[in-house]
């Protein structure tokens, strides 16, 4: 396995995780007119900030994760993998896990979690650029 599928695939594990802290915040939390059988989340302007920080890290991700995995796996198909898109695909797992953190946690604040955000969207471009200068 090289090291682009190797992080993508933990990025994907990652993104189909991120989901549990969001869930556990919503059902350690008794909201206003909640019933037992959580047939409704509650409005997410009456979330706790960490829960509702949670789902947004959450949907973060998969809007950026979506677009990186067809680049990785377009490269990995044309056979484009060099130090570059190697060193992209580590930096965009640890992007995303920072991110993650930082949201969830609040520990992160304007303009730091965009510039986080927005570093992902780069690494995903230079990733591009290195698989178009680089196909067969």
């Not at 959450?58 to 130090?83: C, D, I, K, R, W």
């Not at 797992?93 to 730091?112: D, E, N, Q, Y």
Request: aromatic share 12%.
């Amino acid at each position: 396995m090289n090291t682009e599928i190797l992080y993508l695939l933990l990025t994907a594990v990652l993104a189909s995780s991120l989901w549990i802290p969001y869930i556990v915040g919503i059902n350690m939390t008794k909201y206003e007119g909640q019933d037992e059988s959580f047939t409704r989340p509650p409005d997410h302007r009456n979330m706790l900030p960490w829960i509702h920080r949670a789902h947004r890290a959450h949907l973060n991700l998969l809007e950026q994760f979506t677009p990186y995995a067809v680049v990785v796996l377009s490269g990995h198909m044309l056979g484009v993998s060099n130090v570059t898109t190697q060193w992209c695909a580590l930096l965009f797992f640890i992007t995303r896990i920072l991110h993650a953190i930082g949201m969830i946690s609040g520990l992160t604040k304007f303009p730091l979690r965009p510039v986080i955000f927005t570093s992902g969207w780069m690494i995903t471009l230079v990733h591009v650029w290195q698989v178009f200068a680089n196909a067969p």
